[in-house]
């Protein structure tokens, strides 16, 4: 029986720390993803609206429950609020659209995506005028809203994504801090200033791209992947476990949540089965030594062109 780590939210919530993404899994291959997770004793699944797969992942977890691998009480389920409904009318509709499409009542936790503002409509921007400024669009009036549908019953917890500290403590004003920020995360990025903050203010760090999504798409440069850096892969040997478990554990080691990617069936009982790994002190202090403020998904895609934002603005 694999052991499995809860973190302990704001108002007492017990959080799943670990669970699986689904961003870039294929419609046609997230249901066997999500079934075979849940059989295998998963927990949590982490989904978004623009994944453009939350009704395959609601069928599995609807046929995962019918087949008693799961409960609803059980499950953890995050979704997102896409960037082109982050007006208070948008919020509560664009919400409604993820429940119809997952087959819920409630999501565990809903998460503003991206600090970032679209026309409503559009999916991805192709000219400057599709984008909002968030002076048109303030995220407290998006947080104020998502607030709303928390109070609705919707959405059980709310947070946000891809925030650094000063974004999110211009929160506060509005009443309530989010209970989860997402952010990338892993050995390259390990965003101390950040869970710094988050600690300090019980907000829970879950990080995305935690085996250095070896999707580069993004980037220009050609920084090697981290799953095979030979350090990770040292302490992998050391520990009888795989550099995507060693990964996986680090995060969790640190108090984050966690939520590595796969649609294949042996890596999805790999990254479950590193909850039961254990470091030394020493490795945790290798592993530190490896920070260097690396974005696998350095946000050049929303900067593009005649976007009124800028890359390194969007972490703030
Ligand atoms: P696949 O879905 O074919 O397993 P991240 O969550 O950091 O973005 O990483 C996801 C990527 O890592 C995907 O390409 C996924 O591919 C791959 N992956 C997931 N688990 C493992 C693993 N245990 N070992 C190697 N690669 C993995």
């Known amino acids: 029986m694999t052991y499995q780590k809860y973190l302990t939210l704001r108002d007492g919530t017990e959080f799943p720390a670990f669970g699986l993404g689904t961003w870039k899994s294929a419609p046609d291959e997230v249901y066997e993803a999500v079934r075979a997770a849940l059989e295998i004793g998963y ?4 989904c978004a609206a623009i994944y453009g797969n939350e009704a395959e992942v609601g069928q599995a977890i609807a046929d995962g429950i019918a087949a008693g691998d799961v409960t609803r009480q059980e499950l953890w389920v995050t979704s997102k609020l896409w960037n082109d409904s982050h007006r208070r009318q948008h919020v509560r509709p664009a919400l409604e659209k993820t429940l119809t499409d997952l087959g819920l009542d409630y999501v565990d936790l809903y998460l503003i995506h991206w600090p970032i503002a679209f026309r409503h409509g559009v999916e991805f921007p192709e000219s400057g005028d599709q984008f909002l400024t968030l002076d048109e669009v303030p995220i407290e009036e998006t947080w104020e809203a998502m607030l709303g549908a928390r109070d609705a019953e919707l959405a059980r917890q709310v947070g946000v994504s891809n925030m650094g500290p000063e974004r999110i403590e211009a929160l506060s004003s509005v009443g309530e801090l989010p209970a989860v920020d997402q952010v990338e995360c892993h050995p390259h990025l390990q965003q101390r200033k950040l869970l710094t903050y988050c600690t300090a203010n019980d907000i829970v760090l879950t990080a995305y791209s935690p085996l250095g999504s070896k999707d580069r798409a993004h980037r220009k440069d050609d920084e090697p992947p981290l799953l095979d850096h030979p350090l990770i892969a040292d302490i992998a040997d050391e520990l009888d476990a795989t550099p995507a478990q060693v990964l996986i554990a680090w995060a969790l080691e640190r108090d984050t949540s966690v939520i590595p990617k ?42 593009r062109g005649e976007s009124p934002y800028e890359a390194d603005q969007i972490w703030i």
């Open 43 to 46: 927990r949590h699944i982490d």
């Open 262 to 303: 796969s649609v294949n069936r042996g890596r999805i009982a790999e990254n479950f089965e590193a909850q039961d790994l254990e470091f030394s002190d020493l490795q945790m202090e290798a592993i530190a030594s490896l920070d260097k403020g690396y974005r696998y998904l350095d946000g050049e895609f929303f900067a």
